[in-house]
């Protein structure tokens, strides 16, 4: 079952320089390993096309059900060198919960929000 991220994780965000950390939080143990396993550096990087313009890192805090995305030259050269107020870090996090994560239908019951 394919389902938006939205509906099986939150992310957070925010920023300094010109430099973005969006982290990506399981609703649930049992959606983690989907998470970890599509939502890939690369992924993400392809997701924010255009806007990031540099490397993106993924780091995976398997305790937390979590990943970390550090995503440099992300903010037009920063939020103080930057007229655009729409790539600010904080705006980032929304963005990925578009992205769209195949699951087992057994795990229909435990997803959130609405269809």
Known sequence: MLV???RIAHA???D???ISNVG????EAAFYPA???QLTAE???ARYAGVVRGRVDRYAVDGLAALNFVAHDALGGGVSRNLCLDNYGKTLAAAVLDVEIEIEDRLAPLLRGPE
Do not use: H, T
């Open 4 to 6: 938006p991220l939205r």
């Open 16 to 18: 300094k320089g010109n």
């Open 35 to 37: 998470i970890k396993a």
């Open 12 to 14: 957070r965000s925010g």
């Open 43 to 45: 992924r993400f990087a």
């Open 24 to 27: 990506v939080f399981a609703y």
